[in-house]
């Protein structure tokens, strides 16, 4: 790799636009997610009947990875022509610039935009100019058990909140254990339907910019003073009655919970009901859904998706073609007998299958006053703070009004855009002479004071080196470096793709960081789990390779395999499994606690056992990782060694301090070094069972920084997240190294 | 160990006994992974999870290879999976080589360097290799998919360790002999190697192939995507068929164990062992 080469690369990365695909005429692509992505199919079928000649190509891409899919095709030029979108997803991709304005082409088209739902046409207009339409939609309703309401003396389910609060007192006193209501702590969507249902407004006046929001006339502010503190209020009672379980709605399997009366009531979607019927087929004709209790006025929460037209499609007529097709009222409700997918066009509920179906009767009229969250794109990180400021509030650690007003500055902080210019002259000498400071850095290192070499040089060790350093370099270290500038500037969504948006901010991402509470109590637990999950780690690792290695045991490759099969179990099914071990209904472990005549514990949602739960996981998926390790080492300790020392006299226990241990040095320092690293970027076990809560006391660095650089587009600020977490590691590393030179002296 | 040692009935007995429990913990999950795939949807979330169902079905296979072409996704996870481990085990094998037993100036610096960059978190070079590729025309392609994980400082840094162990004196004897340095990695260190070898492999192999992001933002077309992606992108974003979901999971694990139980196999005492005598 030389000087040219790198530079090269690094002005290719600044400047590169490979030119577009051409355009051939007649055929579109159209993306769309899981299940809808497969079915999608059939109605591109009858399009293509109707417009012969037209070859619409359909791809599913998957829920999990979309966002990411979505916003590296705008990047890398590899859009669709069409998308489904998520409508929380909208104002992203307009800040990215990447949706096309759709005007001109609904003024011209016979599409009855005031036929969609209020709240489905909300998320596709910002400031008068359409940048999609609605597809499907869906809303949130309660489902409960009409069998356990009868029983406390209900056949009607209450219809505003006070009747609900006494509904939920009586039916939690009519049955044994368990609870009235699953209300999480920390799902702002919920909080949000009880919000404005109580009149609360969030974001009501969002001028544009944001900068000069909110005069201090007392009146406007992101959140409306009482209606938060009375909300809380009301949910509060619910928890402090345990009518709703302050810890453990994480850990419970909801199917299971509902089938046994643990959760009779609790709030969802219209994609619940077939779930329901499908899983818990013994439930039939004993639950029931029913509209949200109203507080002063209804108001439900809208979901649903979009389709959108990308910017950058060569197709544009077309493309509108099929998009004014798929949002018709007769494409509609022919998607919904295809999909269960609700129209988000008022005509197409007429058909018979719709208006005729009782379960659906409390969608359609939570539908007419259902309201989207507000369309800025900075929502998803609005939203992680609504759900730890409601979280605070409920467990009592701060007071409502305190929590309202913390979360308040929160989110003008978020909102206030940074009016800084910088020339793009400016700009790239900045760029390149932070790159070429750490280039320069590792030459002058490299080259320095050359270490003596004992004997001859071998000049063919670079052949041995060339394509492993090659790939690292471009792969690896110019990466390294670019993310390292990156966290000196203000790359967010808006710089994702438009890199004159971005601008250098000095050290201000570190500073920030050293003073957000979340990102230290994530360091904190980091720390917590690396200090306790490492030693465990690597002591069961090498007990169980010593185990497996032993001279009595039979039937190896059945232990070898058995030990590494947690590695390579898909994470959903472990998961699935370690939920059912801590749950506190019914789990593995709350009934050996009982036998044992103690209490039942929360393990996932108490505050204090929720870290060492996830440690206890993370050390059974991943010890047999290690393990291989230590059996491949064990294979090449000479047995002349064992022999020559049992000839001495030496017991087994001798034989592992004298022989094994010291031949397995070279090993161990490696399995050490990399389970430290490892540990110290703990995300997958946070990640899936409980998402960093409660009150972040699973939060983790690297989760923190996945959800700061991947759900919220703050790519500097996450990136400077890494660099704190990079030197943490170097500092621990660097002992590691300083201890094992240590130890090389003494041996 | 090598000397035989008379062992108690007793002290066999409580060694098996940990052995089998030890067992029953680390397969668990696994077993109801495969046993779920067989089951019916009523039956998969109750209060105890069951080990056999009580009726036994096929659905989930069925529905499994009705809703993706899995010869297709199979056939690109095998292409991926095979070639980034083989790149991996010869680029990274023939580094650690370097490293561990050539002597040139600058090696012990390099290697500390290399082991730096380890400890940045690969969340946030993502981004960035993905910008390298588009700059090099090389998204949407097999090169773009492969070359970023084909050498890897953890494999370079596990290798070294382990070669580090082997006799200096071996080597000695065959440059003695005449061999040239390429002949030494390849006739001598890499069989000598067999076990690390071998755990890199699985490594590789699973890391490659269990892989969902990458593959996924990668490659453009559905007909490109490999096993998991395909199978991720069956789900809806709330409604899950789990029993199809663990059929998939059972698919997409299976190879993984038989490649572990193909490698294992070469976790054989005293090769490097008898070398030295030799």
Same mark, same amino acid.
């Given at each position: 790799?030389?000087?040219?080469?790198?530079?090269?690369?690094?002005?290719?990365?600044?400047?590169?636009?490979?030119?577009?695909?051409?355009?051939q005429?007649?055929?579109?692509?159209?993306?769309?997610?899981?299940?809808?992505?497969?079915?999608?199919?059939?109605?591109?079928?009858?399009?293509?009947? %109707?417009?012969?000649?037209?070859?619409?190509?359909?791809?599913?891409?998957?829920?999990?990875?979309?966002?990411?899919?979505?916003?590296?095709?705008?990047?890398?030029?590899?859009?669709?022509?069409?998308?489904?979108?998520?409508?929380?997803?909208?104002?992203?991709?307009?800040?990215?610039?990447?949706?096309?304005?759709?005007?001109?082409?609904?003024?011209?088209?016979?599409?009855?935009?005031?036929?969609? !739902?209020?709240?489905?046409?909300?998320?596709?207009?910002?400031?008068?100019?359409w940048?999609?339409?609605?597809?499907?939609?869906?809303?949130?309703?309660?489902?409960y058990?009409?069998?356990?309401?009868?029983?406390?003396?209900?056949?009607? #389910?209450?219809?505003?909140w006070?009747?609900?609060?006494?509904?939920?007192?009586?039916?939690?006193?009519?049955?044994?254990?368990?609870?009235?209501?699953?209300? $999480?702590?920390?799902?702002?969507?919920?909080?949000?339907?009880?919000?404005?249902?109580?009149?609360?407004?969030?974001?009501?006046?969002? $001028?544009?910019?944001?900068?000069?929001?909110? $005069?201090?006339?007392?009146q406007?502010?992101?959140?409306?003073?009482g209606? #938060?503190?009375?909300?809380?209020?009301? &949910?509060?009672?619910?928890?402090?009655?345990?009518?709703?379980?302050?810890?453990?709605?994480?850990?419970?399997?909801?199917?299971?919970?509902?089938?046994?009366?643990y959760?009779?009531?609790?709030?969802?979607?219209?994609?619940?009901?077939?779930?329901?019927?499908?899983?818990?087929?013994?439930?039939?004709?004993?639950?029931?859904?029913?509209?949200?209790?109203?507080?002063?006025?209804?108001?439900?929460?809208?979901?649903?998706?979009?389709?959108?037209?990308?910017?950058?499609?060569?197709?544009?007529?077309?493309?509108?073609?099929?998009?004014e097709?798929?949002?018709?009222?007769?494409?509609?409700?022919?998607?919904?007998?295809?999909?269960?997918?609700?129209?988000?066009?008022?005509?197409?509920?007429?058909?018979?299958?719709?208006?005729?179906?009782p379960?659906?009767?409390?969608?359609?009229?939570?539908?007419?006053?259902?309201?989207?969250?507000?369309?800025v794109?900075?929502?998803?990180n609005?939203?992680?703070?609504?759900?730890?400021?409601?979280?605070?509030?409920?467990?009592?650690?701060?007071?409502?009004?305190?929590?309202?007003?913390?979360?308040?500055?929160?989110?003008?902080?978020?909102?206030?855009?940074?009016?800084?210019?910088?020339?793009?002259?400016?700009?790239?000498?900045?760029?390149?002479?932070?790159? @070429?400071?750490?280039?320069?850095a590792?030459?002058?290192?490299? %080259?320095?004071? %050359?270490?003596?070499?004992?004997?001859?040089?071998?000049?063919?060790?670079?052949?041995?080196?060339?394509?492993?350093?090659?790939?690292?370099?471009?792969?690896?270290?110019?990466?390294?470096?670019?993310?390292?500038?990156?966290?000196?500037?203000?790359?967010?969504?808006?710089?994702?793709?438009?890199?004159?948006?971005?601008?250098?901010?000095?050290?201000?991402?570190?500073?920030?960081?050293?003073?957000?509470?979340?990102?230290?109590?994530?360091?904190?637990?980091?720390?917590? #789990?690396?200090?306790?999950?490492?030693?465990?780690?690597?002591?069961?690792?090498?007990?169980?390779?010593?185990?497996?290695?032993?001279?009595?045991?039979?039937?190896?490759?059945?232990?070898?395999?058995?030990?590494?099969?947690?590695?390579?179990?898909?994470?959903?099914?472990?998961?699935?499994?370690?939920?059912?071990?801590?749950?506190?209904?019914?789990?593995?472990?709350?009934?050996?606690?009982?036998?044992?005549?103690?209490?039942?514990?929360?393990?996932?949602?108490?505050?204090?056992?929720?870290?060492?739960?996830?440690?206890?996981?993370?050390?059974?998926?991943?010890?047999?990782?290690?393990?291989?390790?230590?059996?491949?080492?064990?294979?090449?300790?000479?047995?002349?060694?064992?022999?020559?020392?049992?000839?001495?006299?030496?017991?087994?226990?001798?034989?592992?301090?004298?022989?094994?241990?010291? @031949?397995?040095?070279?090993?161990?320092?490696?399995?050490?070094?990399m389970?430290?690293?490892?540990?110290l970027?703990?995300?997958?076990?946070?990640?899936?069972?409980?998402?960093?809560?409660?009150?972040?006391?699973?939060?983790?660095?690297?989760?923190?920084?996945?959800?700061?650089?991947?759900?919220f587009?703050?790519?500097?600020?996450?990136?400077?997240?890494?660099?704190?977490?990079?030197?943490?590691? #170097?500092?621990?590393?660097?002992?590691?190294?300083?201890?094992?030179?240590?130890?090389?002296?003494?041996? | 160990?090598?000397?035989?040692?008379?062992?108690?009935?007793?002290?066999?007995?409580?060694?098996?006994?940990?052995?089998?429990?030890?067992?029953?913990?680390?397969?668990?999950?696994?077993?109801?992974?495969?046993?779920t795939?067989?089951?019916?949807?009523?039956?998969?979330?109750?209060?105890?999870?069951?080990?056999?169902?009580?009726?036994?079905?096929?659905?989930?296979?069925?529905?499994?290879?009705?809703?993706?072409?899995?010869?297709l996704?199979?056939?690109?996870?095998?292409?991926?999976?095979?070639?980034?481990?083989?790149?991996?085990?010869?680029?990274?094998?023939?580094?650690a080589?370097?490293?561990?037993?050539?002597?040139?100036?600058?090696?012990?610096?390099?290697?500390?360097?290399?082991?730096?960059?380890?400890?940045?978190?690969?969340?946030?070079?993502?981004? $960035?290799?993905?910008?390298?590729?588009?700059?090099?025309?090389?998204?949407?392609?097999?090169?773009?998919?492969?070359?970023?994980?084909?050498?890897?400082?953890?494999?370079? !840094?596990?290798?070294?360790?382990?070669?580090?162990?082997?006799?200096?004196?071996?080597?000695?004897?065959?440059?003695?002999?005449?061999?040239?340095? !390429?002949?030494?990695?390849w006739?001598?260190?890499?069989? &000598?190697?067999?076990?690390?070898?071998?755990?890199?492999?699985?490594?590789?192999?699973?890391?490659?192939?269990?892989?969902?992001?990458?593959?996924?933002?990668?490659?453009?077309?559905?007909?490109?995507?490999?096993?998991?992606?395909?199978?991720?992108?069956?789900?809806?974003?709330?409604?899950?068929?789990?029993?199809?979901?663990?059929?998939?999971a059972?698919?997409?694990?299976?190879?993984?164990?038989l490649?572990?139980?193909?490698?294992?196999?070469?976790?054989?005492?005293?090769?490097?062992?008898?070398?030295?005598?030799?």
């Amino acid at each position: 790799m030389t000087f040219k080469n790198t530079l090269a690369i690094a002005v290719l990365l600044f400047l590169c636009h490979p030119p577009k695909a051409d355009a051939q005429s007649r055929q579109l692509t159209v993306w769309a997610m899981g299940a809808e992505g497969k079915l999608i199919r059939q109605a591109a079928e009858i399009f293509e009947r %109707r417009n012969p000649g037209v070859k619409i190509v359909t791809q599913a891409i998957p829920w999990t990875g979309a966002h990411e899919k979505l916003v590296t095709a705008v990047v890398g030029d590899m859009a669709p022509d069409i998308s489904q979108m998520g409508t929380t997803w909208m104002p992203e991709f307009r800040a990215m610039n990447a949706l096309e304005p759709l005007n001109g082409f609904i003024s011209s088209s016979a599409l009855d935009t005031g036929d969609f !739902f209020p709240g489905a046409r909300e998320s596709n207009v910002h400031r008068e100019q359409w940048y999609g339409l609605p597809w499907y939609v869906d809303t949130r309703v309660m489902f409960y058990r009409t069998d356990l309401a009868a029983q406390a003396g209900y056949n009607k #389910f209450p219809e505003d909140w006070e009747e609900f609060y006494k509904f939920s007192r009586a039916l939690k006193r009519s049955k044994n254990g368990g609870y009235a209501f699953a209300l $999480p702590t920390n799902d702002w969507q919920i909080f949000l339907m009880f919000y404005w249902q109580n009149g609360g407004e969030l974001l009501k006046a969002t $001028p544009v910019p944001y900068q000069g929001l909110w $005069p201090s006339d007392g009146q406007s502010a992101p959140l409306t003073a009482g209606k #938060f503190e009375e909300t809380i209020a009301y &949910l509060k009672r619910f928890f402090d009655e345990k009518l709703a379980p302050l810890e453990g709605g994480h850990d419970t399997d909801l199917l299971t919970a509902f089938e046994s009366g643990y959760f009779p009531v609790f709030i969802s979607g219209p994609w619940m009901i077939s779930e329901l019927e499908i899983s818990k087929p013994q439930l039939n004709g004993r639950w029931a859904t029913a509209p949200l209790p109203a507080g002063k006025k209804r108001a439900s929460f809208m979901g649903g998706c979009n389709l959108v037209m990308f910017k950058s499609s060569p197709r544009k007529a077309l493309a509108w073609q099929f998009m004014e097709f798929m949002a018709g009222p007769e494409m509609q409700a022919k998607w919904y007998a295809a999909s269960g997918d609700l129209p988000s066009s008022r005509k197409a509920w007429s058909v018979p299958s719709l208006s005729g179906n009782p379960r659906l009767a409390s969608f359609r009229k939570e539908l007419d006053t259902a309201k989207a969250p507000p369309q800025v794109p900075e929502w998803e990180n609005i939203a992680g703070n609504i759900n730890d400021a409601v979280e605070e509030a409920v467990f009592g650690k701060v007071t409502a009004q305190a929590a309202r007003e913390k979360l308040s500055a929160r989110i003008e902080k978020i909102l206030v855009k940074s009016e800084r210019q910088q020339s793009a002259a400016f700009k790239i000498a900045l760029s390149l002479l932070l790159f @070429m400071v750490p280039v320069c850095a590792v030459v002058l290192y490299l %080259r320095g004071r %050359r270490a003596s070499v004992g004997g001859k040089c071998q000049p063919i060790a670079i052949l041995f080196l060339l394509p492993a350093v090659l790939i690292l370099a471009v792969f690896l270290f110019i990466p390294i470096v670019a993310s390292f500038i990156a966290s000196m500037t203000n790359w967010n969504m808006y710089g994702v793709n438009d890199w004159t948006k971005i601008v250098f901010v000095g050290l201000e991402n570190y500073v920030g960081l050293f003073g957000d509470p979340v990102f230290l109590a994530g360091l904190r637990n980091t720390l917590v #789990f690396a200090f306790i999950g490492v030693p465990v780690s690597v002591a069961l690792s090498l007990a169980m390779a010593l185990a497996l290695n032993a001279q009595i045991l039979r039937a190896k490759a059945f232990f070898r395999v058995a030990y590494f099969i947690p590695v390579i179990t898909t994470m959903v099914a472990v998961a699935i499994i370690w939920r059912w071990l801590y749950n506190p209904e019914f789990g593995l472990f709350n009934l050996a606690l009982e036998r044992l005549g103690l209490p039942a514990q929360s393990w996932l949602s108490n505050r204090w056992l929720a870290l060492p739960s996830l440690i206890l996981m993370a050390v059974w998926k991943g010890f047999g990782y290690n393990t291989i390790i230590f059996v491949a080492a064990l294979q090449s300790i000479p047995d002349s060694l064992y022999e020559s020392i049992a000839l001495d006299g030496a017991n087994s226990r001798q034989e592992f301090w004298y022989i094994t241990l010291p @031949m397995l040095r070279n090993t161990a320092f490696f399995v050490i070094v990399m389970t430290t690293i490892g540990y110290l970027q703990f995300f997958a076990e946070p990640y899936i069972m409980t998402g960093g809560g409660p009150l972040n006391s699973t939060m983790s660095v690297v989760l923190y920084m996945y959800q700061q650089g991947f759900k919220f587009y703050n790519l500097g600020y996450a990136s400077a997240m890494a660099y704190i977490l990079f030197g943490l590691i #170097f500092a621990f590393t660097t002992l590691q190294f300083r201890v094992q030179k240590k130890l090389e002296r003494t041996f | 160990m090598a000397t035989v040692k008379r062992c108690s009935t007793a002290y066999k007995a409580v060694f098996y006994a940990f052995m089998v429990v030890s067992v029953i913990i680390t397969l668990f999950p696994f077993v109801w992974m495969l046993s779920t795939s067989f089951k019916s949807p009523g039956e998969i979330f109750t209060r105890q999870p069951t080990i056999l169902p009580q009726v036994w079905t096929l659905a989930g296979y069925k529905n499994l290879f009705a809703a993706v072409n899995m010869w297709l996704h199979l056939c690109n996870s095998v292409i991926y999976a095979v070639s980034l481990t083989a790149l991996s085990v010869l680029f990274n094998a023939m580094a650690a080589y370097a490293f561990a037993k050539l002597r040139f100036p600058g090696r012990e610096k390099l290697f500390a360097l290399l082991l730096v960059t380890m400890m940045v978190p690969g969340q946030v070079t993502m981004l $960035p290799v993905f910008l390298i590729l588009k700059s090099m025309g090389l998204l949407n392609s097999y090169a773009g998919l492969v070359l970023p994980g084909s050498a890897a400082v953890f494999a370079i !840094f596990m290798i070294r360790q382990f070669m580090m162990d082997i006799p200096e004196e071996i080597l000695e004897a065959a440059r003695i002999d005449g061999f040239s340095e !390429f002949a030494i990695f390849w006739r001598i260190m890499l069989p &000598l190697c067999r076990p690390i070898i071998a755990t890199l492999t699985v490594f590789s192999f699973i890391g490659a192939w269990n892989d969902f992001l990458w593959p996924l933002i990668i490659m453009l077309r559905e007909d490109k995507y490999t096993l998991p992606v395909a199978l991720a992108s069956i789900n809806g974003q709330y409604n899950t068929d789990w029993g199809l979901l663990m059929a998939g999971a059972v698919v997409v694990v299976a190879p993984a164990v038989l490649v572990f139980l193909l490698a294992q196999k070469h976790y054989i005492k005293g090769i490097a062992a008898g070398a030295v005598k030799g």
